[in-house]
């Protein structure tokens, strides 16, 4: 309990929910169930963490104002709030104002169905032997190379394997990043600059259905339709 609560208290919480977004406007803050998709993963958070070890980053006013009192804000200035930045930069931006923070979890509001015990599960990978440097959560991917995923050629056409698997029986099991938890190394991500660079990482994984990730109106959909089951 003693190493749990140290580890508790020594990382940082960030939850990057920017105004606009390309693929399905507004949704950060498009309601979900009886609550904006944003306060997902800020109810979760606190359902573990201090508030104050909760730093939500946003540009937008009325994100602000529906977490006052709850956590920390971060007030996203414009050339990190643009289409092009990557989280790499949003993660960096904020770091540098907690220096006194180990680890640090990543939640992004796009995956509103991770649990408290998604949370601390992937939590005690990150405590393994191995000393990773980060532990990411997956799903096991329904497109495996040689079966489901090719290349074009030039003319268009597809450029097939010398080996095209005849089911998913004969191939191996791929996985597949689902946005939905990232634990990582405070220090060894400043060092490196970007969550890719870490090595090693461990997968955490989760099932499909607490998997989904918004970013378009199909997966919204599909949200809802699951939200019956997993909105708390």
């Known amino acids: 309990m003693q190493v749990l609560e140290e580890w508790l208290r020594n990382t940082l919480v960030i939850i990057p929910a920017r105004r606009d977004s390309k693929g399905l406007p507004g949704k950060n803050k498009r309601l979900l169930g009886n609550r904006p998709l944003y306060r997902y993963s800020v109810d979760v958070a606190l359902e573990i963490f201090p508030s104050e070890n909760i730093c939500l980053s946003t540009d937008d006013e009325d994100i602000i104002?529906?977490?006052?009192g709850l956590c920390q804000v971060e007030l996203r200035p414009p050339e990190l709030a643009l289409d092009h930045?990557?989280?790499?930069?949003?993660?960096?931006?904020?770091?540098?104002?907690?220096?006194?923070?180990?680890?640090?979890?990543l939640l992004q509001p796009t995956s509103p169905f991770r649990s408290r015990q998604n949370i601390l599960e992937s939590l005690k990978l990150m405590q393994d032997s191995l000393q990773p440097e980060?532990?990411?959560?997956?799903?096991?991917s329904k497109h495996i190379p040689g079966y489901t995923l090719f290349q074009m050629e030039e003319n268009g056409a597809l450029n097939l394997p010398l080996k095209v698997l005849s089911g998913r029986q004969e191939a191996e099991e791929w996985l597949a990043l689902n946005g939905s938890i990232y634990w990582f190394n405070a220090a060894a991500f400043l060092r490196k600059g970007a969550l890719s660079a870490l090595n090693p990482i461990l997968p955490y994984r989760m099932g499909r259905a607490e998997s989904v990730d918004i970013d378009t109106e199909a997966d919204w959909e599909w949200a809802e339709y699951y939200g019956t089951k997993y909105l708390r």
């Open 65 to 68: 104002a529906g977490v006052q």
């Open 85 to 105: 930045t990557s989280m790499n930069e949003v993660l960096t931006h904020i770091l540098f104002k907690f220096p006194e923070k180990k680890w640090c979890l």
């Open 134 to 140: 980060g532990v990411f959560s997956v799903s096991v």
